[in-house]
């Protein structure tokens, strides 16, 4: 080991602050070939007053290192217990979110992958769940070099945090209830609770801590008293407060997103074509063949993409539309699937029945679903007569398929808004196994959503930004001068599809258009720009601030036209693709242009590429969708 790395408490320059045994680093988790964790002990420790975050492994310790040298205090002024060992707490994970230009970060080496980081160079933390009581953390400097993952084998992180807390300030997201950020102490002016400082009028600060703390259920709340601290607090710690338009005739800001075109004003939208929508798919017999085979499953997406399904037929189309039988299957073969899926579901229903209340009280995670799923279960489209009432046998099912659900994916487990999107496919198919596979089906749409990182509800916003940028530059700008650039007042929308949004009728129809994945993958970001194209002359020119337009797009609940917003939808894919100068990002989330590593950095090539999408465009043939509309 190197003299300087070593953890020597005889240097006259450090000091140490905490130390744990029991914590595991593993350097690939998906290699099974290797050894993969490594034992050995996290430190917080000062080097010449310089406080730093270490990781050594065990063996460079030797093994009559003590397994724990931090203490607790038994409240304030209390005697401290070197022996105290927190023992299982919820998993954290430390990860960062970082600017890339930044200057490699220096660690020391111990071994092959011992570290020390110096705290003025951690940038973010985000708790996690991993696994049934183990914790996980995983390190990423300012520079954006993360370490391999570490595991708390035996507990401690909350205790490591409390001994951080005394050098640097960790800001929670209010976007994602798990995530800080870190700043050195004294540079920032958030450093208190949130619950101790009046960011809200009208005794509303208790906002903030509930999205802190569960962002999905205050999102399903509405914000309408969210102010100028939350909408700061939803942004990169060096981005401005206040915003205006930018000037175009400026110079672009160096933080602007290298290697993509700006959308401005410039881009010449075409008229937007005529759409009608047609009737709903009414006959099914005759689109199978002698052997029960759907003889041309396209051409069943473009009739319910274009009028839905009459509600008899909803049950077999869905069960196609969510992948529970392949298109291709017989009459025999779906007779065969469907028996092996009801198996398959009972013997995953019966691990969560037969868990006993000794064993759950040992497994939190399962507790924990359980608790959150009865919760929502009993707030779930009650009015519907289907789960109206007590002890009504659909709220039953409900609970029950969402259990069962949490034992075939548990790492994901259950997540509020999820009975969201299972109501309405029981009420369809009234069946306990068949909701659950269509469940399973929708879930591999949107299952990203629900994630704990929020990446994909980042990106959707940021994609939706981006189209709205194209179709209307004067309602984004406005937006934007309103501190609403974000769009973040769209994050329900865009969670669970807009069911908060329209009758549970229409959603019905809604989501059966959806799921055909024409005229592309997004689609549903062109259903949120044809909201905001409606809402257009309301918020321009009106006196809507922040809190004003959250209130207003909340108050859109069941007043939206599913039809009209359709055709608004579709017109605005068809403008778009017959548009000749349409940026490449606006192709990126259409789905026209997907470049490849080589190609993304080479402005001849991405020319090239956009020569061929608009001559295919003027031919009639941007997508197999787009042809078969004159």
């Keep these: 080991m190197d003299e300087a790395a070593k953890m020597d408490d005889n240097v006259p320059d450090f000091k140490l602050i905490f130390e744990k045994e029991g914590v595991y ?40 290192a003590p397994a724990v040298l931090y203490s607790r205090k038994d409240g304030e002024g209390g005697e401290e217990d070197m022996n105290f060992d927190p023992g299982y707490e919820p998993d954290w994970a430390i990860v960062s979110s970082v600017k890339k230009d930044r200057e490699h970060v220096s660690m020391k080496d111990s071994g092959q992958w011992a570290f020390s980081l110096p705290l003025s160079e951690l940038y973010s933390l985000r708790r996690n769940r991993f696994s049934l009581g183990r914790n996980f953390l995983v390190l990423t400097s300012k520079g954006g070099h993360p370490l391999p993952p570490l595991h708390f084998h035996r507990g ?68 309408s008293k969210v102010t100028n ?14 915003r205006t338009p930018r000037d175009p005739n400026l110079p672009s800001h160096p933080d602007d997103e290298p290697g993509f075109e700006l959308i401005t004003c410039g881009v010449e939208l075409g008229p937007r074509p005529d759409v009608t929508r047609g009737k709903p798919l009414d006959k099914w017999a ?15 997406k473009e009739l319910v993409f274009r009028g839905g399904v009459i509600p008899s037929l909803r049950k077999d189309v869905w069960k196609f539309l969510l992948g529970f039988y392949p298109w291709n299957s017989t009459t025999k073969e779906r007779e065969d699937i469907l028996r092996a899926k009801t198996d398959e579901y009972f013997r995953m229903k019966v691990q969560w029945k037969s868990v006993s209340e000794e064993q759950e009280m040992r497994n939190s995670l399962l507790r924990g679903y359980r608790s959150l799923i009865e919760r929502d279960v009993n707030r779930t489209d009650r009015q519907n007569t289907f789960f109206s009432g007590n002890d009504n046998p659909g709220l039953t099912l409900l609970h029950d398929v969402l259990m069962t659900y949490c034992m075939y994916n548990f790492d994901l ?218």
Excluded at 36 to 46: K, L, N, Y
Excluded at 286 to 300: A, F, H, Q, Y
Aim: glycine share 6%; proline share 5%; charged share 20%.
């Design 25 to 64: 680093l593993h350097t690939n988790a998906k290699r099974s070939n290797q050894e993969t964790s490594i034992p050995g002990f996290i430190r917080v420790v000062e080097r010449a007053g310089v406080p730093a975050l270490e990781w050594s492994p065990l063996e460079d310790e030797g093994h009559s």
């Design 156 to 223: 401690g992180t909350r205790e490591l945090l409390r001994a951080l807390h005394h050098y640097i300030v960790l800001d929670q997201s209010p976007v994602d209830g798990r995530l800080f950020l870190s700043y050195p102490r004294g540079t920032h002016d958030v450093s208190q609770p949130f619950d101790k400082l009046q960011f809200l009028d009208d005794g509303g600060s208790d906002i903030v801590s509930r999205f802190i703390h569960d962002p999905y259920a205050t999102t399903f709340g509405g914000f």
């Design 229 to 242: 601290f939350f909408r700061a607090a939803l942004r990169p710690p060096d981005t401005p407060v206040s």
């Design 286 to 300: 005759e689109c199978l063949d002698s052997e029960g085979r759907v003889k041309n499953p396209e051409k069943i």
């Design 413 to 630: 487990g259950y997540v509020q808004g999820m009975s969201d999107l299972l109501s309405p496919i029981l009420f369809v198919t009234q069946n306990e196994v068949e909701s659950f596979w269509c469940l399973t089906g929708f879930m591999e749409l949107v299952h990203q959503n629900f994630e704990e990182s929020q990446e994909a509800m980042k990106k959707q916003l940021d994609q939706l930004s981006i189209l709205l940028k194209a179709l209307d530059p004067e309602l984004f700008d406005f937006l934007d001068s309103q501190d609403s650039g974000s769009l973040c007042f769209c994050f329900r929308w865009l969670l669970i599809w807009f069911k908060r949004e329209f009758s549970f009728e229409d959603i019905l129809t809604l989501w059966e258009v959806l799921w055909t994945r024409l005229p592309c993958d997004n689609f549903h970001l062109l259903i949120a720009c044809a909201i905001l194209k409606s809402q257009r002359g309301e918020l321009i020119g009106s006196n809507h601030d922040f809190n004003t337009i959250l209130k207003h797009i909340n108050e859109l609940t069941m007043k939206l036209d599913l039809q009209g917003i359709l055709q608004e939808a579709e017109a605005i894919y068809l403008q778009l693709v017959q548009c000749k100068d349409l940026p490449l990002k606006v192709q990126h989330v259409l789905g026209l242009y997907i470049p490849n590593s080589s190609e993304e950095n080479s402005p001849d090539s991405q020319s090239s590429e956009t020569q061929r999408l608009l001559s295919q465009s003027e031919a009639g043939a941007a997508s197999p969708y787009v042809s078969t509309h004159p």
